[in-house]
């Protein structure tokens, strides 16, 4: 049977169906324009499955191995609720000298800061918010806390009001608080001002802010990382196996980009970003001894806030 529209308008046969001879006649009459929508259609099809397609070195999962041996003893430095962390017990954790403590986020609670200042620690705490800077003068008062106003960033820029670029749960959330410029700095820049080579404790909870600065503390000195990661509402599922490893899987219709060149200017749209392959460095330099679900913080954002804390792997001696 020929697929071609014959001009019989009482047989025209389409692959087996009969099409009425008005409908042969519109199709004639604008061959052209259809030809040109179909291509079209065809076009954008093709875009979405590339744009939505990954390329196969793309990683969907990561088993970040629960490494509790590494510290057994855990005690909480600071509050109990949100604000304090567990870490390994003070003798293990604290050096006898040149102990140093960069803690990013700060708000309105450092309880965690002023564990380790009264420990003896040189303790930098930043944070450019306006809750922050209401704290800073409490901060101060303990011995070797200092408050630095600027925030880190993956480069160093100054932002006007409401231009900070949020990387979690969206665009808008913490601009509200952007209502004063602020100044961002990134880690390298950060440690050569004050004069670090190598860190005690690196703790980083800037609300989605880890991600862009992840190569920077991945190469960054320092004995133990706590850290809170954020992760987009339905991108990824963390869940945990009878080992209390950290599954990490990512959303299969959720593909990921390379996250922005540190040569880019920042930008006040958060895109997407291989998570999993930023966590992949961090998870070859460290061991992770704990982690859980900021509870709170997952209910509030119906987004997954995980609070993980790693040491740096002890390299055996040849």
């Keep these: 049977m020929s ?22 006649a519109f199709v004639k009459q604008n061959k052209q324009a259809l030809v040109a929508a179909a291509a079209s259609v065809l076009g954008v099809a093709l875009l979405y499955v590339t ?42 954790t ?44 409490e901060y101060e008062k303990v011995q070797r806390a200092h408050y630095h106003s600027y925030g880190l960033g993956v480069v160093d820029k100054d932002y006007g009001p409401g231009k900070v670029p949020f990387r979690w749960p969206g ?51 320092w004995d133990e990382l706590y850290m809170e990661l954020h992760f987009p509402p339905g991108g990824y599922n963390i869940t945990r196996n009878k080992n209390n490893d950290m599954i990490v899987t990512r959303t299969p219709h959720k593909p990921a980009e390379p996250p922005r060149r540190e040569s880019q200017p920042a930008r006040n749209t958060p895109g997407t970003i291989d ?13 992770m001894f704990y982690w859980d679900d900021n509870h709170e913080c997952t209910k509030t954002f119906a987004a997954a806030c995980i609070e993980i804390t790693l040491n740096e792997k002890r390299i055996p001696k040849t």
């Design 3 to 24: 697929s071609k529209c014959d001009d019989n308008p009482k047989r025209q046969m389409l692959l087996g169906m009969e099409i009425p001879a008005p409908a042969v």
């Design 275 to 287: 998570r999993i392959a930023l966590l992949q460095e961090i998870n070859a330099i460290a061991d």
């Design 171 to 221: 665009l808008d959330y913490l601009q509200e608080f952007n209502t004063l410029p602020w100044k961002l700095k990134s880690l390298p820049t950060i440690m050569k001002e004050i004069g670090n080579s190598k860190l005690t404790i690196l703790k980083v909870d800037v609300e989605g802010a880890e991600w862009d600065s992840m190569k920077h503390i991945a190469k960054a000195g």
């Design 51 to 92: 744009i939505m397609t990954p390329p196969s070195s793309y990683d969907y999962s990561l088993v970040v191995r629960n490494q509790q041996e590494v510290c057994p003893n855990r005690i909480r430095a600071g509050d109990v609720e949100d604000g304090g962390w567990w870490i390994c017990d003070a003798q293990t």
């Design 94 to 137: 604290i050096p006898e000298k040149d102990c140093v403590i960069y803690s990013f986020g700060i708000r309105d609670n450092f309880s965690f800061d002023h564990f380790f200042a009264n420990k003896g620690c040189q303790v930098h705490g930043f944070d450019p918010s306006p809750a922050g800077l209401q704290s800073q003068k």
